[in-house]
């Protein structure tokens, strides 16, 4: 059974900085794109950064020159480096992966089941 799962997330100040994490677990042929989402209160869910399997990531404006997203292939990890932090950050993150089971299927969706980033001014 493949299982996406998401760590890191807690309560810090504003200007202050936290690290999400987030394994792929269970037998699987390849990951494509891995990528963080947010939710907050009211609010359709987001993308805040994906980042390919050769390295190449793209950015919410919002976080732009503020979070860094990176993934370790072997390790089947992908991480959110999150400085400058604001109230507007806080949310619930979500990691995503595209993952094919089997090399001659195409690549699904899997979704972790959230963590909560909370930034109080």
């Known amino acids: 059974q493949v299982q996406v799962a998401e760590s890191g997330g807690g309560l810090v100040q504003a200007g202050g900085s936290l690290r999400l994490s987030c394994v792929v677990s269970?037998?699987?042929?390849?990951?494509?794109?891995m990528g963080w989402y947010r939710q907050a209160p009211g609010k359709q869910r987001e993308l805040v950064a994906v980042?390919?399997?050769?390295?190449?990531?793209n950015y919410a404006d919002s976080v732009k020159g503020r979070f860094t997203i990176f993934r370790d292939n072997a390790k089947k990890m992908v991480y959110l480096q999150m400085n400058s932090l604001k109230p507007e950050d806080t949310a619930v993150y979500y990691c995503?992966?595209?993952?094919?089971?089997?090399?001659?299927?195409?690549?699904?969706?899997?979704w972790g089941q959230g963590t909560q980033v909370t930034v109080s001014s």
């Open positions: 995503n992966a595209q993952i094919k089971r089997y090399a001659w299927t195409a690549a699904n969706d899997y």
């Open positions: 269970g037998s699987i042929s390849s990951i494509n794109d």
């Open positions: 980042i390919n399997n050769s390295g190449s990531s």
